[in-house]
């Protein structure tokens, strides 16, 4: 009968597969050459280092298709509640060693591959580095995707297709070059096309009304159409076979209007109404932290958010199904405010499209969302101004203003009687009544989602007391914390083999890497000798390696017993790299200054800083540049030789970060408190033993929390003094730090003419408290240079922080979400037993 015939098929099948993804050394080396030969058309005698990772790199595709198709029909016949995670940015990475790891076959291929004649290191460095994100935001998405499929919970990550990823930043002369990034010049071994993954989006137009049976009809009637069309990315969990999905969306033109224009007779305006489509997907907005306020921005936004929605929905309408079933079904996640028009979408889908009365849509809607904020600082807030919102989005706004009416009308209610209701509304409101006016996307997040959550508990407390604390008088249940955290695959197994070795030799397993916490029990081997001599070594080691790199791309030779003291992030005036530049410049001519025999006794230090400016940020861009200048005049100087190095690293990215954290001795994290919502870099950077030199803010507070506040370098101004100080900020700099803002003003370091306002503002209005700050943060640094004489001591600070970071893995972070906010159950799929098949 057709049931067994069934079956037996399937069987067969099972069988087939089985064997073309067992772990045997054969089959992995079969598989390769397959794609070397069939799918890229090469043959032994062009068959390259690039073509054995293309290779590779599609022989591991096909075991995440495997999984991933596994994965996805488990979480369909399951009927789980899945979570959408949207990010308007995913800071991928390279995915080959992650993935082998993950799949647990590091060692199998990196022997197969030997065979052949590769290093299986080297074929890592042939791939490229998607840089589909800007920094902490972005990079945050790919940690938690990470989490989410190693938790096997039912989980989508939802972004765009970025044709150009954050450009590549040369320095020229000492100055920010950008290049743009088109990653994609290489075929993309990971992602699968989905041709038949297509959605149509709409722009501009206008909205129609009409009576039906007494109720009020809305009908858009937009004048553009573009396509959307998605790019799966597999995303296999450690040590578990479910693989989850990453959906990005590109555009495309469709043909609807081309029959219209080609009538006309207007050929070349055909085309360019196409290339507009295209437009959409090409570039990522380069600027963190600040918003852009460009229309192809919010296009952007509305782009991926009606692709996503469409795509949820249709998932959702696959079993009939009531409408008040989709929050149990369906769990979205704004990361920030750049996929906020989700909620006025899905609203109207429910309501224009599905016929549902607007208290129903909404009370719905209310329970899909929840919302994370990642800043507090006021300018960071997007805002759309109306007039934009009306003339791509004409729907939309009218809905942000239905919801508003209800929203203001109970505000009006609750403060009736109160004398400021007025300014309190005003404050409240989804619409800015400035000039011109506009859509505030975070009031919008707020009072749509049903969670609203900060990054870092200090941050998060802000966000109640300060930024939103109407709103959290307002809503007080609704706001919550979640600390950030980052995933221990990439961040220590994949980039610091020594000590990820160390672990799990210890530990006598690998059970660390699915839970963090694990690395504490370590500490009973604090004073153990050999535990030392390896801990020690593995760091030399990973100095070893940076150090090669910064002689390859920089030209530098630094000394590996020297200190490595690092700051990589934005360049940003509130993260304060020119307070780091400062103490440069006071450490050079305090060795100046010394005898001879004096310098000898100093710890030798070499200072690296990298991080991208956004291409408009003047004043980040001046800071590059006086560093190089610092650079310039130290790493000459043959008073000071190896005594210390001064090293910017060019185009800072997940790669370069992989080689760079592992290398630290002390990391600086060292932001005005209460402006750097949480960091992640501080968190990576303890876990491969660097010591914090930080001020209390983020989760530095955490960090030092659980490590131990003596295990760290803390200085500087508390959260609850910034305001009284930010007061006071034009007082003179005191007589040590005059002498180097002197220095920079009369040419010492770099031409004076360009960078001398850096100097000038910290004169004049200094927000973010670098004077105040620089006495406390300079006795700091002498106290670390102090503890690192005392080379033991060092050690056990390092090794104490690396052991005790258990909550910072992502891991904990995603397992919070689940609980607190998505109500989310994790769905195991069984491992297939495939020897039992195959053999
Ligand atoms: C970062 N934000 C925070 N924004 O600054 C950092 O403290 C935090 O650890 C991290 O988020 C993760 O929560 C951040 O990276 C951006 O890059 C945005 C990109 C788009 C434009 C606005 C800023």
Same mark, same amino acid.
């Given at each position: 009968?057709?049931?067994?015939?069934?079956?037996?098929?399937?069987?067969?099948?099972?069988?087939?597969?089985?064997?073309?993804?067992?772990?045997?050394?054969?089959?992995?080396?079969?598989?390769?050459?397959?794609?070397?030969?069939?799918?890229?058309?090469?043959?032994?005698?062009?068959?390259?280092?690039?073509?054995?990772?293309?290779?590779?790199?599609?022989?591991i595709?096909?075991?995440? #298709?495997?999984?991933?198709?596994?994965?996805?029909?488990?979480?369909?016949? *399951?009927?789980?509640k899945?979570?959408?995670?949207?990010?308007?940015?995913?800071?991928?990475?390279?995915?080959?060693?992650?993935?082998l790891?993950n799949?647990?076959?590091?060692?199998?291929?990196?022997?197969a591959?030997?065979?052949?004649?590769?290093?299986?290191?080297?074929?890592?460095?042939?791939?490229?580095?998607?840089?589909l994100?800007?920094?902490?935001?972005?990079?945050?998405?790919?940690?938690f995707?990470?989490?989410?499929?190693?938790?096997?919970?039912?989980?989508w990550?939802?972004?765009?297709?970025?044709? $150009?990823?954050?450009?590549? /930043?040369m320095?020229?002369?000492?100055? /920010?070059?950008e290049?743009?990034?088109?990653?994609?010049?290489?075929?993309?071994?990971?992602?699968? !096309?989905?041709s038949?993954?297509?959605?149509?989006?709409?722009?501009?137009?206008?909205?129609?009304?009409?009576?039906?049976?007494? #109720?009020?009809?809305?009908n858009w009637?937009?004048?553009?159409?573009?396509?959307?069309?998605a790019?799966?990315?597999?995303?296999?969990?450690?040590?578990?076979?479910?693989?989850?999905?990453?959906?990005?969306w590109?555009?495309?033109?469709?043909?609807?209007?081309d029959?219209?224009?080609?009538n006309?007779?207007?050929?070349?305006?055909?085309?360019e109404?196409?290339? %507009?489509?295209?437009?959409?997907?090409?570039?990522?907005?380069?600027n963190?932290?600040?918003?852009?306020g460009k229309?192809?921005?919010?296009?952007?936004?509305?782009?991926?958010?009606?692709?996503?929605?469409?795509?949820?929905?249709?998932?959702?309408?696959?079993?009939?199904?009531?409408w008040? !079933?989709?929050?149990?079904?369906?769990?979205?996640?704004?990361?920030?405010?750049?996929p906020?028009?989700?909620?006025?979408?899905?609203?109207?889908v429910?309501?224009?499209?599905y016929?549902?009365?607007?208290?129903? +849509?909404?009370?719905?809607?209310?329970?899909?969302?929840?919302?994370?904020?990642?800043?507090?600082?006021p300018?960071?807030?997007?805002?759309?101004?109306?007039?934009?919102?009306?003339?791509l989005?004409?729907?939309?706004?009218?809905?942000?203003?239905?919801i508003?009416?209800?929203? &203001?009308?109970?505000? @009006? =209610?609750?403060?009736?009687?109160?004398?400021?209701?007025?300014?309190?509304?005003?404050?409240?409101?989804?619409?800015?009544?400035?000039?011109?006016k506009?859509?505030?996307?975070?009031n919008?997040?707020i009072?749509?989602?049903?969670?609203?959550n900060?990054?870092?508990?200090?941050?998060?407390?802000?966000?109640?007391?300060?930024?939103?604390?109407?709103?959290?008088? $307002?809503?007080?249940?609704?706001?919550?914390?979640?600390t950030?955290?980052?995933?221990?695959?990439?961040?220590?197994k994949?980039?610091?083999?020594?000590?990820?070795?160390?672990?799990?030799?210890?530990?006598?397993?690998?059970?660390?890497?699915?839970?963090?916490?694990?690395?504490?029990?370590?500490?009973?081997?604090?004073?153990?000798?050999?535990?030392?001599? !390896?801990f020690?070594?593995?760091?030399?080691?990973?100095?070893?390696?940076?150090?090669k790199w910064?002689?390859?791309?920089c030209g530098?030779?630094?000394?590996?017993?020297?200190?490595?003291?690092? &700051?990589?992030k934005?360049i940003?005036?509130?993260?304060?790299?020119?307070?780091?530049?400062?103490?440069?410049?006071?450490?050079?001519?305090n060795?100046?200054?010394?005898?001879?025999?004096?310098?000898?006794?100093?710890?030798?230090?070499v200072?690296?800083?990298?991080?991208?400016?956004?291409?408009?940020?003047?004043?980040?861009?001046?800071?590059?540049k006086?560093?190089?200048?610092?650079?310039?005049?130290?790493?000459?100087?043959?008073d000071i @030789?190896?005594?210390?190095?001064?090293?910017?690293?060019?185009?800072?990215?997940?790669?370069?970060?992989?080689i760079?954290?592992?290398?630290?001795?002390?990391? *600086? =994290?060292i932001?005005?408190?209460?402006?750097?919502?949480? @960091?992640?870099?501080?968190?990576?950077?303890?876990m491969?033993? +660097?010591?914090? &030199?930080?001020?209390m803010?983020? +989760?530095?507070?955490?960090?030092?929390?659980?490590?131990?506040?003596?295990?760290?370098?803390?200085?500087?101004?508390?959260?609850?003094?910034?305001?009284?100080l930010?007061?006071?900020?034009?007082?003179?700099?005191?007589?040590?730090l005059?002498?180097i803002?002197?220095?920079?003003?009369?040419?010492?370091f770099?031409?004076?003419?360009?960078?001398?306002?850096?100097?000038?503002?910290?004169e004049?209005?200094?927000?973010?408290?670098? %004077?105040?700050?620089?006495?406390?943060?300079?006795?700091?640094?002498?106290?670390?240079?102090a503890?690192?004489k005392?080379?033991?001591?060092?050690?056990?600070?390092?090794?104490?922080?690396?052991?005790?970071?258990?909550?910072?893995?992502?891991?904990?972070?995603?397992?919070?979400?689940?609980?607190?906010?998505?109500?989310?159950?994790?769905? *195991?799929?069984?491992?297939?037993?495939?020897?039992?098949?195959?053999?």
């Amino acid at each position: 009968d057709s049931a067994s015939r069934g079956e037996a098929t399937s069987e067969k099948l099972w069988e087939l597969m089985a064997e073309y993804i067992d772990t045997e050394k054969s089959t992995i080396q079969k598989a390769i050459v397959a794609h070397v030969e069939y799918t890229l058309a090469r043959t032994r005698f062009n068959f390259d280092k690039n073509s054995c990772f293309k290779a590779a790199a599609l022989s591991i595709r096909d075991r995440l #298709i495997e999984s991933w198709n596994d994965t996805q029909q488990l979480f369909t016949a *399951e009927d789980k509640k899945r979570v959408y995670y949207m990010s308007i940015e995913f800071l991928i990475g390279r995915s080959m060693q992650n993935a082998l790891i993950n799949l647990g076959l590091e060692d199998k291929y990196r022997e197969a591959l030997e065979e052949v004649g590769y290093k299986l290191e080297e074929l890592y460095d042939e791939e490229v580095d998607p840089g589909l994100g800007n920094g902490g935001l972005g990079r945050l998405a790919s940690c938690f995707l990470d989490s989410l499929a190693t938790l096997d919970y039912p989980a989508w990550g939802y972004g765009i297709r970025y044709d $150009y990823g954050i450009f590549r /930043q040369m320095i020229v002369k000492g100055y /920010q070059v950008e290049m743009p990034d088109y990653w994609l010049a290489q075929m993309n071994p990971w992602e699968i !096309e989905r041709s038949d993954v297509t959605y149509d989006i709409y722009f501009g137009g206008r909205v129609e009304k009409k009576w039906e049976n007494g #109720i009020e009809k809305s009908n858009w009637i937009p004048n553009e159409i573009v396509k959307a069309i998605a790019y799966d990315n597999p995303i296999p969990g450690y040590d578990t076979f479910n693989t989850i999905n990453l959906r990005l969306w590109k555009s495309m033109p469709t043909n609807e209007f081309d029959f219209q224009s080609f009538n006309q007779g207007d050929y070349f305006k055909a085309i360019e109404t196409r290339q %507009k489509a295209e437009y959409i997907t090409s570039v990522l907005y380069p600027n963190d932290s600040t918003p852009s306020g460009k229309e192809l921005r919010l296009r952007q936004q509305y782009f991926f958010c009606c692709a996503t929605i469409q795509d949820i929905i249709r998932r959702f309408l696959k079993k009939p199904r009531e409408w008040e !079933e989709l929050p149990d079904k369906v769990a979205i996640q704004l990361n920030d405010t750049h996929p906020a028009i989700s909620i006025p979408e899905l609203l109207r889908v429910l309501v224009d499209k599905y016929g549902l009365e607007w208290q129903r +849509a909404w009370n719905i809607c209310y329970k899909v969302f929840s919302y994370t904020n990642h800043t507090v600082m006021p300018e960071a807030l997007e805002k759309w101004s109306v007039e934009l919102f009306e003339r791509l989005l004409p729907r939309h706004l009218e809905i942000i203003y239905l919801i508003n009416f209800h929203f &203001m009308n109970q505000v @009006g =209610q609750r403060y009736a009687n109160d004398p400021k209701k007025f300014d309190i509304m005003g404050y409240m409101s989804l619409i800015e009544e400035s000039r011109p006016k506009a859509v505030r996307m975070a009031n919008l997040c707020i009072v749509s989602s049903h969670a609203v959550n900060g990054v870092a508990a200090l941050h998060s407390n802000l966000l109640k007391t300060q930024l939103f604390a109407r709103f959290h008088e $307002y809503f007080p249940k609704k706001f919550q914390n979640k600390t950030n955290g980052v995933t221990p695959r990439r961040w220590i197994k994949c980039s610091n083999k020594g000590l990820s070795d160390i672990y799990t030799k210890y530990l006598k397993s690998n059970n660390w890497l699915s839970d963090l916490y694990e690395t504490k029990n370590l500490m009973s081997y604090i004073d153990n000798e050999e535990f030392q001599e !390896e801990f020690r070594q593995a760091k030399l080691q990973n100095k070893e390696r940076l150090a090669k790199w910064v002689e390859k791309e920089c030209g530098i030779k630094i000394p590996t017993d020297a200190m490595f003291d690092i &700051m990589v992030k934005r360049i940003h005036e509130y993260k304060r790299q020119n307070l780091f530049a400062l103490y440069m410049i006071y450490r050079y001519f305090n060795l100046k200054a010394m005898t001879v025999d004096d310098r000898a006794k100093q710890v030798k230090r070499v200072f690296m800083v990298g991080g991208k400016a956004a291409p408009g940020y003047i004043a980040a861009k001046k800071i590059i540049k006086l560093i190089n200048s610092i650079g310039d005049v130290v790493n000459n100087d043959p008073d000071i @030789g190896d005594l210390m190095k001064v090293v910017f690293l060019p185009n800072y990215c997940v790669s370069s970060a992989q080689i760079i954290i592992p290398a630290a001795d002390l990391t *600086e =994290q060292i932001s005005t408190a209460g402006t750097e919502a949480s @960091g992640t870099s501080n968190m990576k950077f303890v876990m491969n033993g +660097a010591i914090i &030199m930080g001020t209390m803010d983020g +989760a530095n507070v955490e960090i030092v929390e659980d490590i131990g506040i003596q295990n760290a370098f803390i200085f500087g101004a508390r959260v609850h003094e910034v305001d009284r100080l930010r007061v006071q900020s034009g007082a003179p700099a005191g007589s040590r730090l005059q002498r180097i803002f002197d220095a920079i003003k009369s040419g010492t370091f770099g031409n004076p003419k360009e960078l001398s306002s850096l100097v000038e503002s910290l004169e004049q209005h200094d927000i973010y408290l670098v %004077k105040s700050d620089f006495y406390s943060y300079i006795e700091k640094q002498e106290e670390a240079d102090a503890v690192y004489k005392n080379q033991d001591r060092w050690l056990k600070m390092s090794i104490t922080g690396a052991l005790n970071m258990g909550r910072f893995s992502s891991d904990r972070t995603i397992h919070e979400y689940a609980e607190d906010i998505w109500d989310l159950e994790s769905v *195991e799929i069984p491992k297939p037993s495939l020897s039992a098949i195959s053999r």
